[in-house]
């Protein structure tokens, strides 16, 4: 029973089978085959409009990729004090952005606090040199809380860069899990809203390597080839890249496989709750759960070999954890199993 | 018959077939599996010591943090006028040391000139602020120009790395060509010579994307770690490029590829130099070949579909090529056939 | 009555007679005259060791360069909220220090906090990739807020620092306010205490441009001299700050003129505190005054050709001003005149 | 006899005094005074349009943030072989354009050959993203070795670098000396000619720190507020800056302190050229002279305490310097006397 993470799973077996079909023949080099092309096709096609893709490989890369794309001297991007591009990304976006600034914003649940962005974007009048000056907000749909942004709330939070002149970003690496919870469709999601450049992530939902940089106006793009060759993210073979997002993006596939660890974070939730061993942390209806469990009900699951991580107590929840507790992330994926669901909770409930 | 580069090949069937197999269960993240350090072992045999192994994406990244490893304030790295690092990896070099310097080294046949590198460097006196500090001297083995460093020839770059107190670099993108072509062996032709850090490329020889950089002295990597992450090139799912170098450098399969590409490459500086269409631009040992051939032949062989560049005329070759002809480069690979050769051979002369 | 900042001060009439009897004559270029020798020793006298000292143009780049000088890839440096380097230099720090960041730690009264400092740091345990790694903590003496640390509150940051195996910097731009608030001397209230860095102002208590990096352990700046000079803060005609400083440091003037711009502010506070046309928004001891006035008095203050800024409510000090007030920020220099400050009470009176 | 550097020189009297002068009172600070417009009005006089001028305190730091102007990511900037960005900047110009490239191009006599400019730039093909892009051409007038472009080879270096589409720069660290020399407006030596960006330098003929960054077109200028406060280049006490620009820009100071140090510079070639114990090195009309001494002579002039550098034997002039000779640099100043001269050629005929 592995919910440490989505990405402690493998490569989906229709991708994998995928790329082993496209491993024969020769195919042009550096982005430029036939199969990179049709992929870059079939984001269209998603997206209900042209758009311009970039296919890098990690998710690192698609986040700080995007900011460098906005990036001017002096700049300020303005993200959630919890976000992956500011609390586990080493610095990469401030590398790759050449050194503009990432500032904290507070909100609960994970999500950017609309008032407060007010706020920290309102501390930086227009000329003021000595602060910088906004180049971009950024939010993580799902959230690191595995909380999801309403279609209302991502239209407040647009409106505010709107207001500010400044692009929105959205780190997509679990773009399918929140999709799929909020049941809209991509183009929903994003430009209709008023999302200009999208991280959309497809390592953690079945790829083993697969991130795409979505431009949803393709002239903000204009810079992106030199950006990513700079970055060592073109990758020679790129078409094995576009080969795992084309078994990906087939039908409805990525739909299916996010549907699927949201059912089993369904479980997991639906069956601690109904457990005397612990509770939800805090209602999530993407694939991540966080739980407090009584000490002996994590380490008795914890005994039968599952894995998953400890988690911080959020600064805003200072009694959520008793003195004989613990709080727990889980998160499931498309390899997740009911029978790993069921044995879980049969595990904490047998403590 | 495609010689335009040897990363039009996609992947070699074992290796695909590994990803595949490799494709299910779940496995600890970032690095930490144990496919992960079954492969790192595996680099400790092949190079007859402890070393320590960082996987990269891709060639320029493992180029660009190598040099990153070894960078300091002011600092300027030492390489070929024509070096990958200078040339072809669009100032991510530049980037990821943080703003160092690349001094070009002339030297005929793509080889650093001793001379010439002993009088780049003299420019630079220590403490001699304005102009900055020697901090790397890099070599690629093979070299962009087909040719391969002699073992007496990396001994005396060594020696002025040395000399100057900063360590030897080697881009070994082409690693296992050279290898093979010399007759050598991993430790002989790397720390055994002097050489401190080596960007191991399997990509080009038969994988779809694994790179690796190896530092001889594991107590130099120090900050790799950090600086890998900060980089983008930290895989969540790392343990698919560990899969690819596990079956790539299983018995000799990695050997016997290269041994391939070369022979191939053998078959068409043979047929070359025994036609009337041309002749080889110059003499090389490994899978790249140079030909200078008569405008006709080229158009003939293009025309039957075979895909090479055209290649600029070195500098310190003024009269190589005629009026009416072209100089090319032909690269094999693991995947080139011999009915790729002679196909091309009659092709020519057919013109 | 100008008190909007010390910085719109000119030079005192000592430096500026020094700066013209200097212009004359010849002298070694790029900070290798005597008479920067000479300074150099004037600054191991005053700190009673031997110290390394950059002479550099601004205070943006002494505070930028000495967090350059402990950078490493992902590095992470732990500031307060308000501080200089994270609020008000545009992003130097992250430029020199090639893309670290700055974590904003809390604390009343403009100090960190030393628990909060605490817990910044625990999120960075050891090896962490994915978070980065701490570098340094950096405290501002006197503070944006016009605070001072103590001496016991700098012992408990260092003893932080040290636990976590990080140097501790210091912000002095107005180093010789907060020196003679607290009546000790440089040593006691750096090195003595864990300072390790020290950015030594000058500009804003009399000179026109003169800043230090005092490196209380010269081996610690190793990578200085090519650290200034990549930055463009290397002056060719080094001596023209040399003299300023030579002057600024001779006997006790800058003590003096310290002490002179703190009674300035001492007669503000009084007077304020003394009108029924404000109050003081909270207490400090340096050169800045905050000051919560009734708009009516600030009003009659800027008819009377009063400058001063207008200050942001501090985000844990709600309630701070009322409806009809305004806090506005008042500093002086060696340049007030007591008749500045009369002549000031009497404006607000008279509203 | 100081003759090592012009910027071994102190300030110019007329200078010196108008910093003095300047010194008391208060002023807006960053900049924004009355006298820094004074002065860039001056500047609109002086080039006979509307500019945008930045001061900044170093030429590193002139030349540095013009070319960080208009970087952009994967840039490459070019410049002759011994230019004093790639040569004498310690990487400055890569730091402060976010890793921008400088490639270096031959050319006799310090100046860039146009022809090898073009087969430089030639090999950066539109779109060729391993490449990277041109972004800019800097040329240096006077050259670091002396000599002058004329306006016609300026046209010809701007055709080109209009042909490719990026601007052109002007290293104008001794533009004062070139102008007289060639006399010439500034106009016609620069925008006229095609030159978009100017490195103007005061420091090296009377100021103390004093140089200028100036756009022809104010528009282009739109970042700078940001770059050169990111770069710690923006002054609070900018005025001291302006002052010295001030009383150098009046009537013709700047302009007769030039004429003053290229006629003491044509005192010591012809008193060189006329003597028996050395040849000029090559012919130059700035205030740098490059001689072939007897080893004796040199020794004889050193010996009455004259300083001067020994200088490196141009690549392309191998045969220049005998056995027993050496080549040294004279440089002159404002500040050199006719008895400096003629002290010096006295020194050397008597060994």
Redesign the interface.
């Known amino acids: 029973m592995?919910f440490?993470?989505d990405?402690?799973?493998?490569?989906?077996?229709a991708?994998?089978?995928r790329?082993?079909k496209?491993?024969?023949?020769?195919?042009?080099?550096?982005g430029t085959s036939d199969l990179d092309r049709k992929v870059e096709d079939r984001f269209n096609e998603i997206f209900e409009r042209k758009v311009a893709v970039f296919f890098?490989?990690?998710?690192?890369?698609a986040n700080?990729l995007a900011l460098?794309s906005v990036a001017?001297?002096?700049?300020?991007a303005f993200c959630h004090t919890e976000a992956h591009v500011?609390?586990?990304?080493?610095?990469?976006p401030?590398?790759?952005t050449?050194?503009?600034?990432?500032v904290?914003v507070p909100g609960a649940d994970g999500k950017i606090d609309p008032a407060a962005l007010a706020a920290a974007i309102g501390?930086f009048p227009p000329?003021a040199?000595?602060?910088?000056?906004p180049i971009v907000v950024t939010i993580t749909q799902a959230t690191e809380s595995g909380s999801i942004y309403s279609l209302d709330e991502i239209d407040r939070i647009a409106a505010m860069a709107r207001a500010h002149h400044v692009p929105l970003h959205m780190d997509g690496a679990r773009f399918a899990n929140a999709l799929v919870a909020l049941g809209t469709t991509p183009a929903e999601m994003t430009w209709k809203r008023g999302v200009d450049i999208l991280s959309f992530g497809a390592?953690?939902n079945g790829c083993?390597?697969a991130e795409a940089l979505v431009f949803m106006n393709p002239e903000a793009a204009r810079?992106m080839?030199?950006?990513?060759?700079?970055?060592?993210?073109?990758?020679?073979?790129s078409r094995?890249i576009a080969a795992q997002f084309d078994a990906y993006l087939e039908q409805d596939r990525w739909l299916d496989l996010a549907r699927h660890a949201n059912a089993m974070a369904d479980g997991l939730r639906a069956g601690i709750a109904a457990s005397n061993s612990g509770r939800l942390g805090w209602d999530t209806h993407s694939n991540e759960v966080f739980a407090v469990l009584k000490k002996e009900a994590a380490e008795a699951a914890t005994a039968k070999g599952t894995?998953f991580y400890d988690w911080?107590i959020p600064a805003d929840m200072p009694g959520l954890v008793g003195p004989d507790e613990v709080l727990i992330r889980l998160v499931t994926s498309f390899?997740t199993t009911e029978s790993d669901v069921s044995d879980f909770i049969a595990a904490i409930k047998a403590a």
């Not at 990405?7 to 077996?13: E, K, L, V």
């Not at 890098?56 to 890369?61: D, L, P």
């Not at 040199?129 to 000056?133: E, F, L, T």
């Not at 080839?225 to 073979?237: D, E, G, N, T, V």
């Open positions: 592995i440490a993470s990405n402690w799973a493998g490569a989906h077996p991708i994998a089978e790329l082993l496209e491993s024969a023949g020769f195919a042009a080099a550096y890098v490989g990690t998710g690192t890369a700080s460098a001017r001297p002096g700049g300020v500011t609390v586990d990304e080493c610095g990469a401030e590398l790759f050449g050194a503009c600034r990432l904290p501390r000329g040199v000595h602060q910088g000056r390592t953690k083993w390597c810079d080839p030199f950006i990513r060759k700079r970055a060592a993210q073109l990758f020679s073979k094995f894995k911080p390899a």
